[in-house]
């Protein structure tokens, strides 16, 4: 008897709190939603080596970072895709849910948000910062495009005439 005892010491409170935190660990949309935002946080810190890749110039280390960064955007993908149901259905799931998972609910898709909108702001500078180096490389080879041209009009590249004016000095 002693146990119903107990039982009955709990108040509904207590009750509504303890089925809260039971089923935070078990619902699989929250599942979900934390790879996510896993992944975006890999993502946010990849974005970030990115961005010291293309600022160093560091073509090597930029290929590294955005062939690691494929791979989790491809798992992302997929969490997306399992997620799709539930988010098209949002207002029945999140009511769906205790009141402390449809708090965590709304925080990682807060948080995933926040992230996202932090990669893509990088990445648009990124892709800035490239856009220019690339530009300032074919302003670079045009120009040398031109002296090329420009020491074969006045002496057919230069190598082979002065050649033969040091050969023919010397006797």
Same mark, same amino acid.
Not at 4 to 22: F, G, H, V
Not at 93 to 108: F, K, M, N, T, Y
């Given at each position: 008897?002693?146990?119903?005892?107990?039982?009955?010491?709990?108040?509904?409170?207590?009750?509504?709190?303890?089925? !809260?935190? !039971?089923?935070?660990?078990?619902?699989?949309?929250?599942?979900?939603?934390?790879?996510?935002?896993?992944?975006?946080?890999?993502?946010?810190?990849?974005?970030?080596?990115?961005?010291?890749?293309?600022?160093?110039?560091?073509? !090597?280390?930029?290929?590294?970072?955005?062939?690691?960064?494929?791979?989790?955007?491809?798992?992302?993908?997929?969490?997306?895709?399992?997620?799709?149901?539930?988010?098209?259905?949002?207002?029945?799931?999140r009511?769906?849910?205790?009141r402390?998972?449809?708090?965590?609910?709304?925080?990682?898709l807060?948080r995933?948000?926040?992230?996202?909108?932090?990669?893509?702001?990088?990445d648009?500078?990124?892709?800035?910062?490239?856009?220019?180096?690339?530009?300032?490389?074919?302003?670079?080879?045009?120009r040398?495009?031109?002296?090329?041209?420009?020491?074969?009009?006045?002496?057919?590249g230069?190598?082979?005439?002065?050649?033969?004016?040091?050969?023919?000095?010397?006797?």
């Amino acid at each position: 008897m002693r146990p119903l005892q107990m039982r009955s010491w709990m108040t509904e409170q207590d009750t509504a709190q303890k089925s !809260d935190i !039971d089923s935070t660990t078990s619902s699989p949309v929250l599942v979900l939603l934390r790879r996510q935002a896993a992944l975006f946080e890999q993502l946010d810190r990849l974005s970030e080596k990115q961005s010291g890749a293309v600022a160093q110039g560091a073509a !090597d280390e930029l290929l590294t970072v955005l062939s690691t960064r494929q791979r989790f955007t491809e798992e992302l993908r997929s969490i997306q895709e399992q997620i799709e149901p539930y988010r098209n259905n949002w207002t029945a799931v999140r009511g769906s849910l205790q009141r402390l998972q449809a708090d965590e609910a709304e925080q990682l898709l807060g948080r995933s948000s926040e992230l996202l909108g932090r990669i893509l702001g990088r990445d648009d500078r990124d892709r800035v910062a490239l856009e220019q180096a690339q530009g300032q490389i074919g302003a670079e080879l045009s120009r040398m495009n031109q002296v090329g041209k420009a020491r074969a009009a006045y002496g057919g590249g230069g190598g082979a005439a002065n050649a033969n004016l040091y050969t023919n000095r010397q006797g």
